[in-house]
C-alpha cells in the first residue's frame, strides 16, 4: 500500500492533496514539494521525559574521532577525513570524476569495509572502471541498487564503516510519486540516510550531480540536510582537480584539495603552483605573477591581460577566473587615479590554468598585468605580487602574508611587491627574497616600469 503524500509550499508552508503550479497561498510558482504525511503516532515516539538544562561548563567534549582515507588532498578538505556517522554529499558536474574519486577513496581505506551501492552504472562498469585505478579497490563490497528501502536495509545488514551511493538522484522511494531525481525523492533519501548514518556511525557519501544552473542536485535542499558537502571541480580541457568543502559541519570550509585525472585514475597535487604558472610566457608583456590564497594555500598563478583598441562603440571587457565587478573596479581606479583612461580599448584579463579566485589579493597582480599590456612592456622576470586595491588608488594589506612570501620563495621568485602594512609581518621569512613594500599602485608602477 502507498504511504499518504502531501505537496507542501516551500516558500510559505502551505499544504494541497495534489501539485500545484502556483501556491494559492504566498502566489509562488513552482513551490509545490511531494512529501511523505507523517502519521499523527510519528511524532509522539519522539517525546520523551522532559531533557534538563545543563550548565555550559558541565557538558563534556572530546576530540572528533576522524576516519583518514589516506589521501592527503582529501583529509586536507575535510579537516582530517570523514566523521563516523556523518551524511556527506560529494558535488559536481557529470564526467568530472566523482565515482573514480570515490572508488580511489574506497580502495585507500584498505582493511575499513567500504559497500559501494551504484544506481548509475552496472556492476560490470564499476569493475571496469575500478581495474583502472590504483592502488585497486579489492576488498570493496558493491551493490547495484536503487531502491531506497533497499539500499536502506543494505547498509544496515553490512557491516560497512563506509558507504558510498553513487549517485543520490538514482535512490527512488515507491512512497513517493515523485519520479527519481526530483526534489521530493532526493530530499526523503537524504533523511532518511542521514538518520540511518547517525543511529549506525557509518559515514555515507552521496554523490550528486550538479544541475545546469550550478546548484546541487534537488536544488539547495540536500546542502541543509547533509552534514558536509565536498564539490569536485574542474574545467574539461584542463586534467586537474579542485575539491572544495563548501559546507562542514566538522572542520573547515574554503579548504582545497588539488587533483590531477590521468589514466589510472585522480593522482594528489601536493604542490600546484607549477601548474598555474606557465614559465613559457615569462618576458612577455600583458603578464603578472599573483601571489594569492585559497583557504589556507598558498598558490602562484599567473595573471594574463590583453588591451587591444576597439572596434566597437561599446569596448569588451572580459574576465576569466575573478570577479568581472572588481575588474571594472580596477579599470577605473587606473582611469581616474593614474590616468590610464581604457576607454577605446578591449580588455581581455584571465586566470591562467582555468582557476577560479576569490581572493582579493589578485588586485594587484590584475592592474599590473593590464598596465604591461597597455605600454607593452613586461614586468622584469622572477617578480611576483598580491595586495588588495582600494578606491583611492591605496594598496591595501591582505591576510596571511608570510604564507604567500614563502610559496614565493619556495618557487623561485626573486622579487615580492606586496601592501606596505604587509612588510613587516613578512621580514622574517623573506631570506634571499626581495622585497618591494608600497602603499600606492603608482609606486608599484614606478617601481616595476621605472
Ligand atoms: P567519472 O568518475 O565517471 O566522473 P563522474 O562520476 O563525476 O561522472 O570520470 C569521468 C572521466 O574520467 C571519464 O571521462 C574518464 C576519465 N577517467 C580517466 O581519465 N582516468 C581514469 O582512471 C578513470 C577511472 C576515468
Ligand atoms: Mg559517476
Redesign the pocket.
Given at each position: 500500500m502507498k504511504a499518504q503524500t502531501v505537496y507542501i509550499c516551500q516558500n510559505c508552508g502551505a499544504t494541497s492533496a495534489r501539485w500545484t503550479g502556483r501556491c494559492p497561498v504566498c502566489g509562488q510558482w513552482d513551490t509545490f514539494v511531494e512529501e511523505r504525511r507523517e502519521r499523527a503516532g510519528d511524532r509522539t515516539q519522539y517525546r520523551s521525559t522532559p531533557a534538563q538544562p545543563l550548565p555550559l561548563s558541565a557538558v563534556g567534549t572530546h576530540p572528533l574521532e576522524r576516519l583518514s582515507t589516506g589521501i592527503g588532498e582529501l583529509d586536507r578538505v575535510t579537516g582530517g577525513g570523514f566523521v563516523p556517522g556523518s551524511l556527506v554529499l560529494v558535488a559536481?558536474?557529470?564526467?568530472?570524476?566523482?565515482?573514480?574519486?570515490l572508488?580511489q577513496v574506497c580502495a585507500a581505506l584498505g582493511s575499513v569495509q567500504s559497500l559501494y551501492i551504484s544506481g548509475?552504472e552496472s556492476l560490470e562498469q564499476l569493475r571496469l572502471?575500478a581495474e583502472?585505478?590504483r592502488p585497486s579497490p579489492s576488498t570493496l563490497l558493491v551493490l547495484a541498487e536503487t531502491e531506497l528501502e533497499a539500499v536502506c536495509t543494505a547498509i544496515t545488514q553490512s557491516t560497512a564503516a563506509v558507504v558510498v551511493i553513487?549517485s543520490v538522484q538514482t535512490l527512488y522511494s515507491p512512497d513517493l510519486e515523485s519520479p527519481p531525481g526530483s526534489v521530493a525523492q532526493v530530499r526523503e533519501a537524504a533523511t532518511r540516510l542521514q538518520k540511518l548514518a547517525k543511529q549506525r556511525g557509518t559515514v555515507i557519501i552521496l554523490?550528486g550531480?550538479v544541475t545546469k544552473e550550478g546548484l546541487i542536485a534537488g536544488p539547495k535542499v540536500l546542502e541543509h540536510i547533509v552534514d558536509t558537502v565536498l564539490q569536485?571541480e574542474g574545467e574539461v580541457p584542463y586534467a586537474y582537480r579542485i575539491l572544495r568543502a563548501l559546507k562542514n559541519r566538522f572542520g573547515p570550509t574554503h579548504e582545497l584539495g588539488f587533483f590531477e585525472?590521468?589514466?589510472?585514475?585522480l593522482r594528489e597535487l601536493p604542490n600546484p603552483s607549477a601548474l598555474f604558472v606557465s614559465r613559457t610566457s615569462a618576458g612577455e608583456s600583458g603578464v603578472a605573477i599573483a601571489a594569492v590564497l585559497e583557504g589556507t594555500r598558498p598558490l602562484l598563478v599567473e595573471v594574463q591581460a590583453l588591451v587591444t583598441p576597439s572596434a566597437y562603440a561599446v569596448p569588451q571587457r572580459t574576465m576569466t577566473g575573478y570577479d568581472s565587478r572588481r575588474l571594472q573596479m580596477i579599470m577605473a581606479v587606473l582611469e581616474r587615479r593614474l590616468g590610464i583612461g581604457l576607454r577605446q580599448y578591449d580588455l581581455f584579463a584571465n586566470i591562467v590554468g582555468g582557476l577560479r579566485l576569490d581572493d582579493p589579493a589578485v588586485d594587484a597582480a590584475v592592474a599590473l598585468a593590464i598596465v604591461s599590456s597597455y605600454r607593452e612592456h613586461p614586468l622584469p622576470a622572477d617578480t611576483a605580487l598580491f595586495g588588495e586595491l582600494g578606491l583611492t588608488g591605496e594598496l591595501r594589506p591582505v591576510r596571511l602574508p608570510e604564507l604567500r612570501v614563502n610559496e614565493a620563495r619556495r618557487l623561485g621568485i626573486r622579487r615580492l611587491l606586496l601592501p606596505k602594512a604587509n612588510a613587516d609581518a613578512v621580514a622574517e621569512v623573506a631570506e634571499t627574497l626581495e622585497l618591494i613594500p608600497v602603499d600606492r599602485l603608482s609606486l608599484a608602477l614606478a617601481h616595476l616600469f621605472p
Open positions: 559536481g558536474d557529470p564526467g568530472v570524476g566523482k565515482s573514480t574519486l572508488l548509475e572502471r583502472r585505478i553513487d554523490i550531480h569536485l585525472m590521468t589514466a589510472t585514475g
